[in-house]
């Protein structure tokens, strides 16, 4: 059953989903792929310090450049795959696979 405000928005014309869509903290704040990313790498405290700034680093020179600043509720499969399909070309297989890993766990902290 419907809400008294989500009836008087559907009244007024209103979508509440898309309402409700378009209040979730990431839309409404702007956080962009990198916003996200910096505390994802910030949290992850059992890394050793040299690992960390290998990741920071890889994160900065393949995929900030391309994705860093879409907002992160617009970003797509396709935006996604972008900095692989790059370092893919370059023959840089391993280092493909290990960007998705961090892809990856970014895109699921961002759903905690």
């Known amino acids: 059953m419907l809400r008294f405000k989500e009836w008087t928005d559907l009244n007024q014309g209103t979508d509440p989903g898309l309402k409700r869509q378009w209040e979730?903290?990431?839309?409404?704040?702007g956080n962009t792929?990198?916003?996200?990313?910096?505390?994802?790498h910030g949290r992850n405290h059992h890394w050793s310090e040299v690992h960390a700034g290998r990741i920071l680093r890889s994160l900065e020179l393949q995929v900030f450049p391309r994705i860093g600043q879409i907002p992160i509720t617009d970003i797509t499969t396709g935006d996604l795959l972008v900095p692989l399909r790059i370092t893919e070309k370059k023959g840089n297989l391993e280092v493909a696979m290990w960007l998705q890993q961090r892809i990856t766990g970014i895109m699921r902290y961002r759903n905690i």
Do not use: G
């Open 24 to 29: 979730k903290p990431d839309r409404k704040h």
């Open 33 to 40: 792929f990198e916003d996200v990313a910096r505390p994802w």
